[in-house]
């Protein structure tokens, strides 16, 4: 009797000395490659914007709180493109989508990259829906440097 | 033999490693992550919680949101629990008696910090549950003749919540706006007072940007117009000089995890001379002189009681104390920043409310970066939602502006270094977040980011 009485007490004194560690201050939990995006983001920077093989693209609004610049560098002959730079006003899954976004469309056609879906961007950051705008948003911006840079072309005089 | 089985089982499961959980008991010390470095790889000291991973626990500079219990005032509530465990309103014996005793001691502690009368003093579970009972309990009792209360749109959410409650039952509600720097304006307050207002209801100071109202002011024209004038002051309280009768009010919400006492308790201040009459929220024994039923918890009371006399005690040297660090604070991140803007009044402020907007740069993915410091952005009720805090739209901050805000809390127990740290994150987070803004870009490059026509989808 007595030694489960003190073998209980152990046991309560353990219990009330493990404090639940406090939370961080952020109220969801991010998937860790959002975190990663945020932490090393990769390709961060801007081309310059009158050189002709450069494709700009920007979305949103400071209003809603994210704005996405998505800028492709486009090898004239074979139309791929061979290097992306973003900047991004937002969130950190914004940060995040737009960081895939860049990683994603190097090395490929420029028909190629119109079809990717900012669900596949959702997915792989296992975007909750609340921030699957963000997604939405990097797929815009793709589309918007890609148009650019065909507006630009046509200028131009060439393709 | 069987007692013996149950033992050893006893013994394995209380044993087994309980996950980090011990090696956590001697991380409880918040200025750990001041004096840590970067975090080496396999740091098992680290906490990893909801996909973030820090090593030490983080700095805490969110004291509007709570604040740790004053070590003196745990004593008193340790002793108090394992001693006064009698039901104060027991008349009939001893243990009643010595439990009553101990409430009555900490109702003068209260009472004395803010100038009332302990019979004019109502414990309770906190300022929400003041402000629910003053705002729907007074509209109820004078319901044939008062029609209409007067708040402001930067109050607190329980107040908001119960005028919205009061109009859905049919009462008028008018939300005063407040100027750029967060203050009332008196004379929309005098203007929007009618024959048939049965209340005045404005925040001593602001959770969530700190402004101090012009409280005697607001007294004055309350008491010309003979209208009970009730006071949110949970964040006010052992803070700044506080007094009844200077400010005139008839009705103050009053909350002990603010300075540094327990949470689950709170105080009302119910004004007798001249008398104002409330409905009570919660019925029953007719505790509280019948204002609040339900046997009081003795050993919070007394927590909240000590907790009062220390901040009277000690109110001028943590003015002195938080003002110079908020000013380490505000220097050290101007000094290094530009486009520091800092929301609400900074002369009519509480000091040891900090809430600045870093321009170009997005409250959400800037608190991302300050995952070493514990602080708000906003108001904790307003985080489970996406809004941009409702009291920087009253303020009339711009759309970009409002999602930037960062609140910092300082506290009687905030340290120099934890300024000084808190300074050095925020300033290298803010820089690493506007090298990526393109904002800050077409800042640089000259560009008036208002003229852009953005394309929104």
Redesign the interface.
Known sequence: ?M??RQ??K??LG?TS???T????????????N??DH?DN?RN?G?FDKNDPTVGTG????????????LQIKVDEKTGQIVDARF??????S??ASSSVATEWVKGKAMEEVLTIKNTEIAKHLSLPP?KLHCS??AE?AIK?AVKDYKEKRVKTGGV | MA?KA??ST??RS?TKP?GG??S??HH?STTSAATASEPYPGDEHA?V????R?SG??L?L?MQSTTPLDPRVFDAMNASSIYDYGNPHSRTHLYGWEAENAVEVARIQVAKLIGASPKEIVFLSGATEANNTVVKGVMHFYKDKKRHVITTQTEHKCVLDSCRHLQQEGFEVTYLPVRTDGLVDLEMLREAIRPDTGLVSVMAVNNEIGVVQPMEEIGRICKEHKIPFHTDAAQAIGKIPVDVEKWNVSFMSMSGHKIYGPKGVGAMYVRRRPRVRLEPLMNGGGQERGLRSGTLATQQVVGFGVACELAMKEMEYDEKWIKRLQERLLNGVREKLDGVVVNGSLESRYAGNLNLSFA???G??L?????E????SGSACT??S?E?SYVLRALGVD??MA?TSIRFGIGRFTTEEEIDKAVELTVKQVEKLR???????MVKEGID?KNIQ????
Do not use: N
């Not at chain 2, 919680?49 to 973030?52: T, Y």
């Not at chain 2, 090298?435 to 870009?441: A, H, I, R």
């Open positions: 009797m030694m489960i073998a209980a152990k046991a353990l000395r493990q404090s560690p406090c939370s961080v201050g952020i109220f969801r939990s991010y998937h860790e959002v975190i945020y983001p961060v801007s920007l979305v949103g609004a400071p209003a809603c709180g994210d704005v996405m610049k900047k991004t006003f937002g969130c950190g914004a940060i609340v939405m948003l815009d918007a | 007692s149950i033992f006893l013994r209380l309980h959980a011990v956590r008991r409880l906490i919680m909801k996909g973030v820090i626990r983080p805490y969110d170009y740069v997005e959400e993915s608190l991302m970066g300050l995952k410091v514990a602080v708000s985080s489970a996406l941009p759309e970009d999602h090298e990526m803004s393109p904002l800050y870009e980011i953005w394309s929104q989808h």
